[in-house]
């Protein structure tokens, strides 16, 4: 079984530690959690994914709260708590289910994955997103089953206007393992009506790795998953 998409890679993303192994981090999250501290509400104290807080505290028991709202405190609408319980219980349900995978799930997965994300363009194997987490799991499925010379890597980065891109460089780096050196210079998109520096604060990162061979051969898992038999639902 493979544990939470650790690989023998020393720049392997290992959601079950978080970036790098925060251990510190971890330890406050689930104290955190155990004051009743929702899932976002952790992950930006922390600064951290909510994804990975999601698998740091999925045994610790949460119990809605009421907030504090200056002198006032009241008791939050039940709709919302019943809401947030729903989220949180399907949340722990997918973190139990998902809790190791084996190779072939993992190659599957990693497969799917680039079947909606991943570029369809010849000649490079490429995958944007906004999410750290998605581009952990592409990058550790890449290294675990492919033979990837890492002085091929490269990267690019799409970052609004008034946003730091050094330091955005520097966790999307940390992320992929790809380092800041073998970045293109990054495209800086101008801010929209209404943009918000909250929304996206790292960009969106796409990690390059140029090999027509390879993305030929990525293409044709995509193909055989897509027509391969499914289940009957009966």
């Known amino acids: ?9 020393p720049h392997a993303y290992l959601p079950a530690m978080g970036y790098g192994g925060k251990a510190a981090e971890r330890e406050r999250a689930r104290d955190l959690r155990a004051e009743s501290w929702t899932l976002a509400e952790i992950a930006s104290e922390l600064g951290v994914a909510k994804s ?4 740091w505290v999925r045994d610790v028991e949460f119990v809605p709260k009421p907030r504090n709202r200056g002198a ?3 008791r939050p609408h039940p709709l ?25 799930e993992f190659f599957a997965a990693g497969v799917m994955l680039y079947v909606g994300e991943g570029s369809k363009t010849p000649g490079t194997v490429s995958l944007a997103n906004t999410d750290p987490d998605v581009i952990a799991f592409f990058m550790a499925w890449s290294r675990h089953f492919f033979d990837i010379n890492e002085a091929k890597w490269r990267a690019s980065l799409y970052l ?16 992929s393992g790809i380092p800041v050196s073998s970045f293109y210079k990054p495209y800086r998109a101008s801010r929209p009506n209404g943009w918000k520096k909250s929304k996206h604060p790292m960009g969106c990162f796409t990690p390059k790795y140029a090999d027509t061979h390879l993305h030929r051969k990525v293409i044709g898992f995509c193909d055989g998953l897509l027509s391969s038999p499914v289940p009957d639902p009966g």
């Open 52 to 55: 990975s807080v999601s698998i």
């Open 72 to 74: 006032d405190e009241h």
């Open 80 to 104: 919302r708590v019943r809401k947030e319980a729903e989220i949180e219980a399907a949340r722990t349900e997918g973190s139990e289910r998902f809790a190791s995978l084996t190779e072939d």
């Open 160 to 175: 609004h206007e008034g946003l730091n891109v050094g330091k955005a460089n520097e966790f999307w780096s940390s992320v």
């Open 1 to 9: 079984m493979l544990g939470r998409f650790t690989v023998s890679h």
